[in-house]
């Protein structure tokens, strides 16, 4: 397994899922906090797996130019960074929305039922 990772389980494990996946996580809460698109996420994730492989390769005598732990590094990051995006994206919606959507779960949210409370208009100010 240390072959394929490139280095020891537990380099791959502090550097890349803690290091660079907590990173990844933070930004994807950045990048949903400020109503940003999703690709923005795929983009970031690729400079944060880069990063980490670098400070593998400069720390612990890493490959630097290996294809497959690159993919893993970038597998993890991605998925945290999407983590920390769906989460906060979805925190947003059914905060700063509250009488349009509702929380299904920590990842969803779905319009309100349209009932005679919602269609109301607000009473005219004069």
Known sequence: ?????????AVFLGVIVFLAGGC?????????????????VVFYSLLLA???????????????????????AYCVVLALASLGYRLTLADLMVRQYPWLYERIDAFRWREKARTADNLAEPPATH
């Open 1 to 9: 397994m240390s072959d394929i990772l490139g280095n020891e389980i």
């Open 24 to 40: 990844g996580f933070l930004a994807g809460q950045a990048i949903a906090g400020t109503w940003r698109p999703y690709f923005q």
């Open 50 to 72: 880069g990063s980490g492989r670098f400070l593998d390769y400069a720390l612990f005598d890493g490959r630097l130019f290996a294809l497959v732990p690159l993919l893993a």
